[in-house]
């Protein structure tokens, strides 16, 4: 994953747009959501929205996962973020603090390797509109 993010590599793999400026420009467009990408390890790469500024979690990237939620969020979560890294697609909806949002977890693919995932976030609760 760490090539991914290397400016070089990733300028190769989504050429013009480095692998950052593209996450960022993803969750701009997603007022109120979030992105986070992660490797097989469940180690975060990126995170960024104003989901995750409301969360309190506090600094993400290095982090695993499973060491950064709540038990009860992440026993929620777990299935479809691993799941993702093993190539599957999921879509849920999760409610978090009175906020409900729409999620989509998605493999990150590249010829002949998944080296992570990408989740996005979107509220969808009555106050988003």
Do not use: H, Q
């Amino acid at each position: 994953m760490r090539e991914l993010f290397d400016a070089g590599a990733s300028e190769a793999v989504l050429s013009p747009v480095s692998l950052r400026g593209f996450c960022g420009a993803l969750v701009a467009g997603v007022p109120g959501g979030a992105a986070l990408v992660f490797d097989r390890e469940l180690r975060v790469w990126f995170a960024e929205g104003a989901a995750l500024a409301r969360s309190g979690v506090g600094p993400m990237v290095g982090r695993r996962l499973p060491d950064l939620m709540r038990v009860e969020s992440w026993n929620v979560l777990k299935e479809p973020y691993e799941a993702a890294v093993e190539g599957s697609t999921t879509r849920f909806d999760l409610a978090v603090d009175g906020t409900l949002y729409s999620v989509r977890v998605s493999p990150i693919v590249l010829p002949g390797d998944v080296p992570g995932a990408l989740a996005v976030s979107r509220e969808i609760s009555a106050a988003a509109f």
